[in-house]
Nanobody, 128 residues
Framework: QVHVEESGGGLVQVGGSLRVACVAS????????MAWFRQAPSKAREFVAN??????????LYAEPVRGRFNISRERGKNTIHLQVDNLKYEDTAVYYC???????????????????WGQGIQVSVSS
C-alpha cells in the first residue's frame, strides 16, 4: 500500500510565498513519478506540476497558469517533493493534492487518471 502525505499549506497574502511538501512511501515500486494537482472551490481538479522519478529537469512539467511562479523539486534519492509557490494570486486558492505513480508508468503526466496514489490534500488560501 502506497501512502502519500502532503504538508505545509496555509493562509498567505497576495504576492506572498509558500512551500509545500509531499512524501510517497510503501508499495512495490521503489521510485515514483510525482505531481501536484489542485482544486479550487466549485472547479474541477487541475494539473499543476510534475517531476519524474529521477528529477530530470528537462522533463519537469508545469501548467501554464503557474509557470514562472511555481517551482517543483525533488530531494535527491527520495520520493519526497516540494512545491515552492511565489507571487501568489487569489486564483491560486485551492486544495492542493499530491499524486504518485510508479516510475515505469507511461500515462499522460498531466492527466489525473494516470496517478494511482493520492494524498488527502492541503488547503492553500490567498488573501489580501
Amino acid at each position: 500500500q502506497v501512502h502519500v502525505e502532503e504538508s505545509g499549506g496555509g493562509l498567505v497574502q497576495v504576492g506572498g510565498s509558500l512551500r509545500v511538501a509531499c512524501v510517497a512511501s510503501g508499495g512495490d515500486s521503489y521510485w515514483y513519478d510525482m505531481a501536484w494537482f489542485r482544486q479550487a472551490p466549485s472547479k474541477a481538479r487541475e494539473f499543476v506540476a510534475n517531476i519524474r522519478w529521477n528529477a530530470d529537469p528537462d522533463a519537469i512539467l508545469y501548467a501554464e497558469p503557474v509557470r514562472g511562479r511555481f517551482n517543483i523539486s525533488r530531494e535527491r534519492g527520495k520520493n519526497t517533493i516540494h512545491l515552492q509557490v511565489d507571487n501568489l494570486k487569489y486564483e491560486d486558492t485551492a486544495v492542493y493534492y499530491c499524486a504518485a505513480t510508479p516510475s515505469y508508468s507511461d500515462g499522460d503526466r498531466e492527466d489525473q487518471g494516470s496517478y494511482a496514489y493520492w494524498g488527502q490534500g492541503i488547503q492553500v488560501s490567498v488573501s489580501s
